[in-house]
């Protein structure tokens, strides 16, 4: 499976932004996807994850809120629509999926295929 990020960019304190992660060699559906982020010197870490087949989702504490995470099973594609950035969003964000029987899965290493990354900056 590839997945390619796209939709980063530069933005403002307040602003917004979605991302879009299409998956292709593979289905989205009934899967676990989610999006992470790292910074400079940081951890990767979970913002957001879904599970396709009856869109349960789950949030990063810091995101609740003001991010929201989708699926669109026709486009093979997962979203992440980003509003009220704070600085503190900033990083390179990617998007990952899980292999089967993984329950709920929220840390990195419990994911397999993973997208390049696209980069948010907010200042």
């Known amino acids: 499976v590839q997945l390619v990020e796209s939709g980063g960019g530069s933005v403002a304190t307040g602003d917004s932004l979605k991302l879009s992660c299409e998956a292709s060699?593979?289905?989205?559906?009934?899967?676990?996807l989610g999006w992470f982020r790292q910074a400079p010197g940081r951890e990767r870490e979970a913002v957001a994850t879904?599970?396709?087949?009856?869109?349960?989702?789950d949030y990063a504490d810091s995101v609740k809120g003001r991010f929201t995470i989708s699926q669109d099973g026709f486009k093979n594609t997962v979203y992440l629509q980003m509003t009220s950035l704070k600085p503190e969003d900033t990083a390179r964000y990617y998007c990952?999926?899980?292999?089967?029987?993984?329950?709920?899965?929220?840390?990195?290493?419990?994911?397999?295929?993973w997208g390049q990354g696209t980069q948010v900056t907010v200042s």
């Open positions: 990952a999926i899980a292999p089967d029987g993984v329950l709920r899965p929220w840390r990195p290493a419990e994911y397999r295929y």
């Open positions: 060699g593979g289905t989205i559906n009934e899967k676990c």
């Open positions: 879904i599970y396709t087949g009856d869109d349960i989702t």
